[in-house]
């Protein structure tokens, strides 16, 4: 393997100890950080997923507060839920965490979460404020692809991006994060003709469609960062990303591995979100 390792849980530890010390120091003004984590069914990857926010939250010094609930609550009596913890000065981020039960509308849902608390950053406000550089919650994933881009060093001042996938949490706020660091960006998705032409004239390639085997190695440009924000499984069962990994390390520069890349970075930009909500309510 020719390209560097880009660690996420590395750099996941660093940008916790850095919220902990935030988090102790608001604490002592008498303002300690609350995110409020619901979870509605049994869905056994939304479990596993809200447990490590729970233990993340604790361990940095976070008030949490976890609200589970049977598949079968009512879309209205979630919603109430979501306005009682908007109008609580003891929570200042709200997650609901994705997958909902089909009877609920997510859109609603997040629509409901207030502003000041939406640490997801999935409200149209605040891809509106993602969109043009405002003040809100940049969505988690986007977000620490970005801390561990910077982590390489690169000035991506007119350097070449390209980003495959186009969803709404992923692809798109990748894209104009990009945009804002100065970089050009392609979006390729599944109706491109050729991922392939756009990839290999890319300094950087974020891989985010959730298939593997997305991005191979003759699709590579020598000397490009990749960040691979897939997490799937293999023939075997085993955890793997949307990028052939070993065959594109033999031709990037840096890349991140799957486990251990993108998906500690996305709990602790929603830990750094939190506090920062958190440091604007106590003014």
């Known amino acids: 393997m020719t390209a560097r390792l880009i660690d996420g849980n590395a750099l996941s530890k660093q940008i916790r100890a850095e919220v902990a010390q935030r988090t102790a120091a608001l604490t002592a003004r008498g303002h300690q950080p609350g995110l409020a984590v619901i979870l509605v069914g049994e869905d056994p990857a939304s479990q596993v997923y809200v447990r490590n926010k729970v233990k993340a939250c604790h361990d940095a010094g976070l008030h949490s507060v976890f609200e589970k609930f049977d598949a079968d609550l009512s879309e209205a009596a979630l919603l109430a839920r979501v306005t009682a913890l908007n109008a609580d000065p003891a929570i200042h981020g709200i997650l609901v965490q994705m997958p909902l039960p089909k009877h609920i509308d997510p859109h609603k849902v997040i629509e409901a979460i207030s502003p000041d608390k939406d640490v997801d950053g999935y409200s149209v406000l605040s891809a509106g404020h993602t969109l043009t550089g405002g003040a809100g919650f940049r969505p988690c994933t ?139 309510a106590a003014g």
């Open 142 to 280: 986007p977000y620490g692809c970005m801390k561990l881009i910077e982590s390489t060093g690169v000035d991506l001042r007119g350097k070449h991006a390209v980003v495959i996938g186009r969803s709404n949490t992923v692809g798109k706020p990748m894209a104009l994060l990009l945009l804002q660091a100065n970089a050009t960006v392609t979006i390729c998705h599944s109706a491109t003709a050729d991922i392939g032409f756009h990839t290999r004239q890319a300094d950087v390639v974020v891989a985010a469609v959730g298939r593997s085997g997305t991005l191979r190695a003759d699709m590579v440009k020598p000397g490009a960062i990749v960040i691979d924000v897939g997490i799937n499984r293999d023939a075997d069962g085993k955890l793997c990303g949307d990028v052939e990994f070993a065959g594109v390390a033999e031709v990037a520069s840096a890349i991140t591995p799957v486990p251990g890349g993108v998906g500690p970075m996305t709990i602790t930009m929603l830990l750094v979100n939190t506090i920062e909500a958190a440091e604007r």
